[in-house]
């Protein structure tokens, strides 16, 4: 089906939404209103809803991501739509990064095709990764509701802001504030001592 010509409705999350697309050609689909691929940086760039690229059957959306992982070309989601069955037998990689690594397939509920992993056991180097949803790129669509464009996994990317810097300013200002409520008490003490 020829993405650059589908247009209908979808039943998502209690109401209808568009599910347009333009005819933009092989460009990249672009969120309009901020002119780059829409990143999770900032959620008031716009929500996005995940399809199955074979069905348009309903996979997620961007409420449930907390990451995405370039070498596995995989979205990491939290959470999925109960569209995405779980396999129950337990399949192990034997090749690539991933030799060893034991995992369930995720597969589409409506039309059966794989549509990623979650993992069951790792190397350490994706450790992080158990019990995460993995929705592999090329097998989803995902529509941003800003920009009412269609676009596929594989130009999708998600930029997440770094907390270092953020975590060292709240933990200085806890500290700050420590300190003052420590040197408030200890006049709150002094004073209650002047008075007896």
């Not at 780059?36 to 996979?59: E, H």
């Not at 770094?162 to 504030?177: R, S, Y």
Request: net charge negative.
């Amino acid at each position: 089906m020829d993405l650059n010509r589908m247009a209908g409705w979808v039943y998502y999350r209690g109401a209808l939404v568009a599910m347009e697309s333009e005819n933009r050609g092989s460009e990249s689909v672009l969120d309009e209103d901020c002119g780059k691929p829409w990143s999770s940086a900032g959620r008031q760039d716009g929500y996005a809803v995940f399809f199955c690229r074979n069905c348009y059957t309903v996979m997620g959306d961007s409420l449930g991501v907390c990451g995405d992982e370039k070498s596995l070309g995989a979205i990491l989601c939290l959470r999925v739509t109960e569209d995405v069955n779980v396999g129950e037998s337990i399949r192990f990689c034997v090749n690539d990064d991933l030799k060893g690594c034991a995992y369930h397939p995720l597969t589409c509920r409506s039309c059966g095709i794989g549509v990623g992993f979650n993992f069951y056991s790792t190397s350490s180097a994706y450790a992080n990764l158990r019990g995460l949803f993995c929705l592999r790129k090329e097998h989803i669509l995902c529509y941003i509701l800003k920009s009412n464009s269609m676009v596929p996994g594989k130009e999708l990317y998600f930029d997440f802001p770094d907390l270092n810097n953020d975590l060292a300013q709240l933990k200085t200002e806890l500290v700050q504030m420590h300190l003052k409520m420590k040197t408030l008490s200890n006049h709150l003490e002094q004073d209650d001592d002047c008075t007896l």
